[in-house]
């Protein structure tokens, strides 16, 4: 993939360290579990992880609902074979495809998941990928489908110090918005309804926010 995007850890010789950097400065097993929870994943349902990793949460996703299809998006090539093979190891079908949040829909379809999930991916995006990613994101949503975002939302207090530890890896230009508490309001702009944070955990590296909203039109799901 040729246009730019910033690794899983700031730089691509890092990404061989990403699990367990995670683990050890994100408190990984509270945030996913709870992200999980939040996205309640069912049988039958399309489920699209943008900016999948090293596919972590995808795994998660699939083994908590054996029958839904989970699909994994990111445009880090090295990172999907790293996903892959954490799939193959658990045993689980997990369909991965390499390609920008911007392009979700262009490449996966208008309309055909019930909910999209993110976690750790929008605070390292530019401004205009943010907003692009979410416009795409409600795109490949179907009618009354579900968003879901777990991510460094904004930083109040001691949690602004701890962040930059991030910010140092990630930049600041692109991490100092999410830092603003910007991403609901993206999230609006993006034409999604019932935009909420639904809960903030601290960690050693920042406050990660989870975040739900609505595809604005009913549906079945
Ligand atoms: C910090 S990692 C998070 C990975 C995973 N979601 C997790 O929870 O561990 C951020 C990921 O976003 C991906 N990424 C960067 N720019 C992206 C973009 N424009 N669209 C989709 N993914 C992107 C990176 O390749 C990286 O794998």
Redesign the pocket.
């Given at each position: 993939m040729t246009a730019s995007?910033?690794?899983?850890?700031g730089h691509a010789a890092l990404s061989g360290l990403?699990d367990p950097a995670?683990a050890l400065l994100t408190r990984e097993r509270v945030w996913?579990a709870r992200l999980l929870d939040q996205v309640a994943p069912k049988p039958g349902e399309t489920i699209i992880?943008?900016?999948?990793?090293?596919g972590?949460?995808a795994v998660s996703l699939a083994q908590r609902a054996p029958g839904a299809r989970i699909i994994g998006?990111?445009?880090?090539g090295d990172?999907l074979r790293r996903a892959e093979a954490k799939a193959v190891a658990a045993g689980l079908d997990i369909h991965f495809v390499e390609?920008?949040?911007?392009d979700v829909a262009a490449i996966l379809g208008d309309g055909v998941a019930d909910k999209m999930v993110?976690?750790?991916?929008f605070h390292?995006?530019p401004m205009e990928?943010k907003r692009r990613?979410l416009a795409a994101s409600l795109r490949a949503l179907k009618p009354g489908g579900t968003l879901h975002i777990a991510d460094y939302g904004r930083q109040a207090g001691p949690m602004r110090l701890l962040f930059r530890m991030v910010q140092s890896l990630d930049g600041y230009e692109n991490t100092q918005p999410n830092a603003d508490g910007i991403l609901p309001r993206l999230i609006g702009e993006a034409g999604f309804t019932s935009v909420r944070e639904s809960s903030v955990l601290t960690t050693p590296t920042g406050s990660i926010s989870f975040y739900h909203a609505e595809h604005p039109h009913q549906g079945s799901v």
């Open positions: 995007f910033t690794p899983a850890l990403y995670i996913r992880d943008l900016g999948c990793g090293t972590s949460f998006l990111d445009p880090d990172i390609g920008f949040s911007r993110s976690s750790l991916v390292q995006l990928e990613g």
